[in-house]
């Protein structure tokens, strides 16, 4: 059974500009949530999807969004990126229904540096 | 709101050696509490979990006990091993919702 694939693996932008990450749970999983992990900071929950619809959102300000397909893949877009949002983001697939158990399975994340 | 403090690091042992990595929380309700590892070059996986007070997670020699009295989860193992180096999370979900909380990580080295 596939893991839960990021893509891109690494990408470089600067300020101003937007990014678009994809995550592609593993087969089956219909929850998926994403993470920012910095030294500073740890990790720290950005949204959880399950069916196409947001459930939970952390305390990010509105540059970050995310959308979920119908097939479950997920997709997280930054607008007017800044420094501080260099970091690697973390993509987590549960194969759990109304509550996740808790249970995620990461990818390997998309490393994004801004210059 | 809830959260978790786990000891900072880094920790180095030589094999064999027993771990304690320490864990608190602070939380409303009854949460369910995880050890997450990130072995180097690669993703966070799920080591171990507990969901209710008293319960005992435990996975590949390491356990960790739901202590509600003291709000804690240590993670401990008996001997470790070069292998077992990689930064461990405490984690968090709350009861009520999906929002893990995870702790700031402890990089634990092993030296032969």
């Known amino acids: 059974k596939a893991g839960v694939t990021q893509t891109p693996r690494y990408l470089i932008k600067t300020r101003g500009q937007q990014v678009t990450l994809s995550c592609s749970p593993i087969?089956?999983?219909?929850?998926v949530s994403w993470y920012q992990q910095t030294p500073g900071q740890g990790l720290q929950f950005l949204f959880e999807?399950?069916?196409?619809?947001?459930?939970n959102k952390g305390n990010f300000p509105g540059r970050f969004s995310g959308r979920q397909f119908s097939n479950s893949r997920s997709e997280m877009n930054v607008s007017t990126l800044e420094l501080g949002d260099s970091a690697l983001y973390l993509c987590?697939?549960?194969?759990?229904?109304?509550?996740?158990?808790?249970?995620?399975?990461f990818g390997e994340g998309s490393r994004l540096t801004v210059l | 709101g809830d959260s978790v403090t786990q000891m900072e690091g880094p920790v180095t042992l030589s094999e064999e050696a027993f771990l304690t990595i320490n864990c608190t929380y602070t939380a409303t309700g009854y949460p369910s509490l995880f050890w997450y590892v990130q072995y180097p070059g690669e993703g966070l996986q799920l080591l171990l979990k507990?969901?209710?007070?008293?319960d005992k997670g435990s996975n590949k020699g390491f356990e960790a006990t739901y202590r509600k009295e003291t709000t804690s989860f240590h993670l401990e193992k008996g001997s470790v091993q070069v292998s077992d180096s990689a930064v461990y999370f405490c984690a968090l979900k709350p009861y009520n919702n999906n929002d893990m909380r995870f702790g700031a990580g402890t990089r634990l080295t092993v030296k032969p």
């Open positions: 507990a969901t209710k007070a008293d």
């Open positions: 999807y399950f069916s196409e619809t947001q459930r």
């Open positions: 987590a697939s549960s194969p759990s229904g109304r509550m996740n158990t808790g249970e995620l399975f």
């Open positions: 087969s089956g999983h219909r929850s």
